[in-house]
């Protein structure tokens, strides 16, 4: 595994080498005209992003990969291909989806994608559908796999539409780029690591500049050849800074990450990645307005689009009412002077508006919506209000009660079936001793159980990560590969 990634980082090092050597060359290219420079400095850095992108991939194909993150490799692993949705509307598949629509009067494109596999997208784009000139690039939000490829993509001729928040959720995304990056390679372990990462300028997150905004519940429309185009502000879904595009005469509702990867499926009001708080209200009423639209086809940015009026207006009736569910159940709750843990173990939804939960999760938007609400005291303990965790003491606690009663507890607690209990209890032993194998040996046992569970229930990708993470960290699993 070690000296794979070896190979894998030498490649990556290669196609820098021959950019920076393009780059260096650079003064050569004083001697031809400003445009024709631009240009070749341009595919000189596509091409490297492709091969960086390919190289990138094909660790993710290897057994490293595949080890450790199920489905984040089923997305990486897909090929990058054109598919066609109508005459005038392609898109390049990949971990996100590029969607082209094309007109007489040129293109418009929606979201450009992930950095790595941007360059291959548009490659592909303009060699099977359309090599006109691109008119309009649509950024459904400012998240890094939508936008990687808008620098390769935009000419001076290209106006770029995004929401009216999309320089702010821009601007706290590259601010807390150094922390949120760790956090997100803690879940999707193929992405480099940070000191490892390809810089270049076109990978730098940050510095698009949309050319017009739309604000929330607000539009903008155009028409370009014979389509028309409507661009829509709906806050609330991936971020603050959502907009969609609506193709009223053929009824297609390009929906970015509005609905999330599948369709129907509970949304994701929280991202536990990590991120500014999300919005249950906003979000309804952002639904609302697209229900209304009564679409016939909705794309999405990732994965395969969904063709049926009636299967999509059933499907988003139901998303509605299980988020306006879950918001009502969780005030009705806090009014009755439940508390948050309480509640999320409560709120489950109904037969009639189950929906897959792989994306989103029931009991962590019970969590958000609190958190929304009420803020971070919950007035419960007072040591919430101090910067003095339990886990302050555990080494102590540890001294105090004894290695074996804490592993006999431990050892309890999983034996009725109680693996976060047996987790804490870990925690407050390994606190006083790091290295006690028989603590160890039964965290181990308590995530494995978790992961367990969460495959055999919800499947939830973010939850299914996070306890693959931990337990390719322990020390039996890093024995076990001889590390
Ligand atoms: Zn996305």
């Known amino acids: 595994m070690i000296s794979n990634t070896k190979q894998q980082r030498g490649a990556i090092g290669k196609a820098l080498l021959v950019l920076l050597a393009l780059l260096a060359a650079g003064a050569l290219w004083l001697y031809l005209d400003k445009e024709a420079a631009q240009g070749l400095k341009r595919e000189a850095e596509t091409r490297s992003m492709e091969v960086i992108g390919a190289v990138a991939t094909k660790r993710l194909a290897g057994d490293a990969g595949e080890e450790t993150h199920g489905s984040a490799v089923d997305l990486i692993k897909r090929p990058i291909e054109i598919r066609e949705v109508a005459d005038n509307v392609h898109y390049a598949t990949g971990v996100s989806n590029t969607i082209m629509i094309s007109t007489s009067e040129g293109n418009v494109l929606f979201d450009t994608g992930l950095v790595l596999q941007s360059a291959m997208q548009l490659r592909l784009l303009k060699k099977e559908v359309s090599d006109a000139p691109l008119r309009y690039i649509v950024l459904s939000h400012s998240h890094a796999d939508h936008i990687g490829g808008t620098r390769f993509w935009a000419s001076a001729e290209t106006d770029i539409i995004a929401h009216q928040n999309f320089k702010e959720e821009q601007r706290y995304l ?49 028409t370009l050849g014979d389509t ?49 708080i999300r919005k249950p209200i906003e979000y309804i009423t952002s639904l609302e307005k697209l229900m209304a639209l009564e679409p ?77 609400y009420m803020g971070w005291f919950h007035f419960d303990s007072t040591t919430q209000l101090y910067p003095v965790p339990a886990t302050d003491v555990y080494a102590d606690l540890a001294k105090v009660t004894g290695n074996a009663g804490l592993l006999s507890l431990a050892q309890n607690y999983l034996a009725q079936g109680e693996p976060v209990k047996a987790l804490h209890i870990t925690e407050i032993a390994l606190a006083g001793s790091p290295q006690n194998r028989g603590a160890l040996a039964l965290r181990q046992q308590a995530l494995e159980i978790l992961l ?32």
């Not at 810089?199 to 929330?216: H, L, Q, S």
């Open 174 to 222: 590259a601010e807390l780029q150094p922390y949120q990056y760790g956090r997100n390679r803690t879940l999707f372990p193929w992405m480099p690591a940070w000191e490892d990462r390809p810089d270049i300028e076109m990978m730098r997150y940050g510095g698009i500049e949309p050319t017009i905004t739309v604000d929330d519940w607000k539009t903008y429309d155009f």
């Open 228 to 276: 028309q185009f409507q661009v829509i502000g709906v806050p609330g879904a991936e971020g603050a800074d959502n907009i969609v595009l609506w193709l009223p005469q053929q009824k297609i509702l390009v929906a970015g990450d509005f609905f999330g990867p599948q369709f129907p499926q509970f949304p994701n009001i929280f991202t536990m990645r990590g991120e500014k």
């Open 296 to 372: 016939r086809i909705i794309i999405p940015s990732h994965l395969d689009p969904t063709v049926g009026a009636e299967v999509i207006q059933a499907g988003m009736q139901r998303i509605r009412d299980a988020v306006q569910y879950v918001h009502d159940e969780t005030i009705a709750g806090m009014n009755a002077g439940k508390n948050v843990n309480e509640l999320m173990q409560e709120i489950k939804l109904p037969p009639e508006l189950e929906l897959v939960q792989n994306h989103g999760k029931v009991d962590w938007a019970v969590k958000t919506i609190w958190e929304y």
């Open 452 to 483: 367990q569970r969460a495959e055999d229930g919800l499947r939830n990708d973010y939850e299914i990560y996070w306890l693959k993470s931990q337990l390719a960290e322990s020390p039996q699993a890093l024995e076990a590969k001889g590390l």
